[in-house]
């Protein structure tokens, strides 16, 4: 077999400036795909070069998990203290929960920044740094990748949180085994999970999913009043009644697609609407069945994603 070799590519060769070439580039639906694979978020542009004072954010997204803000800041050389500042006053000035820093290189100094900003910063504040590599093999297509070289540390916050929490006594046995569940869960889909991303786990009995775009959601259920696992796949906002419809007017299509049917409920009263499967079981607090119950639900929602996510980017929906 006769193999190739990797030729690190100089940033200026495919992107001559920041702002009209690469930060355009970056913008693009299937390159702003990559970037959210590299950190985890599926991402949503909603504008370029967004006024933040007298700075300008170079992309605001939003993460199409919980609709928070996403801002992205590009830099295709080393980092600088210029670009750390506007970070933080964009953290301030849109209530951004997720702030990405691209740049070609990161001096020691601005990744200890970062770091000490997710160490002292709440659990609704992250900061990540992304490098930005171009790289070919022999006369092929120069190809992007992304190092993420800071990020924050969920699985820390999140156990020292529930930690003081059962510390204190405020962590209920029934709130600790979700906590658990979801853990396995998220652990499971990590290995697993083709196209959905995991999620950090927390003490509930939901977990919500990203489904690839703003106003709909899925939603892993555990009821332990009725011993149901379920999925749900929500609609919600001001066009969630018209997308429902839209979804439900192709029903008979979508059910043979997934293989297995749905309870569609409308909710008239409600802002939202569901479209539900769910599973019986006979304790979804029995460990030995967990691993069971993690197959189930990761392979439910690949294939539901796999089946709505196309039909979903099809619809015109009003951003929020």
Not at 2 to 17: P, Q, V, Y
Not at 42 to 69: H, M
Not at 107 to 116: C, G, I, N, Y
């Amino acid at each position: 077999m006769e193999f190739g070799i990797l030729e690190k590519i100089d940033l200026r060769t495919g992107w001559k400036t920041e702002d009209t070439e690469f930060t355009p580039w970056l913008a693009q639906e299937e390159n702003i795909k990559l970037l959210g694979n590299a950190i985890n978020i599926e991402l949503e542009v909603e504008q370029q070069e967004q006024n933040v004072g007298i700075f300008r954010a170079d992309i605001l997204c939003k993460n199409t998990a919980d609709n928070t803000w996403v801002v992205i800041e590009n830099q295709i050389e080393r980092t600088d203290h210029k670009h750390l500042g506007q970070l933080i006053t964009y953290a301030s000035g849109l209530s951004a929960v997720t702030i990405v820093w691209i740049a070609a290189k990161f001096t020691d100094e601005h990744r200890a920044a970062l770091d000490w900003l997710n160490e002292c910063t709440d659990e609704n504040l992250n900061f990540f740094g992304i490098e930005i590599e171009l790289w070919r093999i022999g006369d092929s297509a120069i190809a992007p990748k992304f190092n993420v070289v800071c990020k924050p540390n969920d699985w820390t916050r999140t156990v020292a949180k529930e930690a003081k929490k059962i510390e204190s006594g405020t962590l209920t046995e029934t709130k600790q085994l979700q906590y658990e569940f979801w853990s396995k869960l998220r652990d499971y889909m990590q290995e697993n999970s083709p196209t959905v991303k995991a999620r950090k786990p927390s003490p509930q009995h939901w977990i919500d999913f990203a489904v690839g775009k703003t106003g709909f959601r899925m939603s892993a259920i555990m009821n332990s009043e009725s011993n149901k696992l379920a999925i749900w796949f929500t609609t919600y906002g001001d066009d969630a009644k018209p997308n429902f419809h839209a979804l439900h007017d192709l029903k008979t299509e979508i059910e043979e697609k997934v293989g297995f049917n749905f309870e569609w409920r409308e909710m008239p009263d409600r802002l939202s609407s569901n479209i539900v499967i769910e599973k019986p079981v006979s304790d979804v607090f029995c460990t030995e069945l967990w691993d069971e119950y993690a197959n189930w639900m990761n392979e439910t929602m690949n294939t539901i994603y796999k089946v709505f996510n196309p039909i979903i980017r099809s619809l015109g929906t009003s951003r929020e």
